[in-house]
């Protein structure tokens, strides 16, 4: 039973996906014609993933909402589970995002194109030049008012285990003035298994913890170590005891 099952959950997913991805991107790609900046096509994107959760059974909560600022652009430092990491953070964080994604990506048919038409920013880590361009234009985005995500282990935990966050991202808090704002994640790691590309549908927690302002008196380097015993106590606090948040469930 337990074959047929992630059977059929993961022929039901890439089946929701690609569907979703023909007619969503379409959309995203129309609007893009009519509204410049990228606001619409990435709400358009935000109910893609929301829509991809919902019918795959993912249920998402999120904790702590509040610590969501509405008037100014963050720094979502999250540590990286799995592929529902992306799904889960961009259907349900109530602010405009710009995510940094591997320039592979935007070749894509719909999904790339609907990306470079919400204004998401390619980077190619093998070349220093285009990465640092990559890097200016995301401090652009910032500046104008747009959030981003970042996941400075640098790739997904196979056993949910949080690696070291690497150097580099904490600049752009640095060189923006944007807060960084430590969201800890737990259960996409159990949906989508590092190197498998079963699905095994099941509950995801949001934590938002308050945001770190970063100062002249205060390293960026800190604050980022700093970010990251914060995301570590909020996952071994949770991990256990998967109980009801105080603020229900989010859809």
């Not at 059974?57 to 702590?64: K, P």
């Not at 320039?103 to 038409?117: E, N, Q, T």
């Not at 945001?211 to 380097?221: A, F, L, N, S």
Request: proline share 5%; hydrophobic share 40%.
């Amino acid at each position: 039973m337990k074959i047929l099952s992630s059977f059929y959950h993961t022929f039901k997913f890439w089946t929701v996906i690609t569907l979703l991805s023909l007619v969503l991107g379409v959309a995203a790609l129309s609007l893009a014609l009519i509204q410049r900046g990228g606001n619409g096509p990435h709400q358009i994107a935000s109910l893609w993933s929301r829509l991809l959760c919902r019918l795959n059974g993912i249920d998402v909560e999120i904790q702590g909402i509040e610590n969501v600022q509405q008037n100014r652009a963050q720094i979502f430092v999250a540590n990286h589970q799995g592929y529902f990491d992306i799904f889960a953070l961009s259907g349900y964080l109530p602010v405009q995002l710009r995510w940094v994604a591997k320039a592979s990506l935007f070749r894509i048919p719909f999904v790339g194109w609907s990306m470079k038409a919400a204004g998401y920013i390619p980077v190619d880590r093998e070349n220093r030049k285009k990465a640092f361009q990559s890097f200016l234009l995301t401090i652009e985005k910032i500046k104008a008012g747009c959030s981003v995500v970042l996941f400075p282990e640098g790739t997904r935990s196979e056993d949910g285990v949080i690696g070291p966050f690497k150097k580099g991202g904490h600049l752009l808090a640095a060189r923006s003035g944007a807060p960084m704002v430590p969201v800890t994640i737990l259960g996409t790691g159990e949906i989508i298994r590092k190197g498998s590309a079963v699905i095994r549908p099941g509950p995801v927690r949001i934590i938002i913890s308050p945001p770190v302002e970063v100062d002249r008196t205060r390293g960026t380097e800190e604050a980022l170590e700093d970010i990251r015993k914060t995301i570590i106590r909020n996952y071994e606090d949770n991990r256990q005891e998967r109980r009801p948040l105080q603020g229900g469930k989010v859809n």
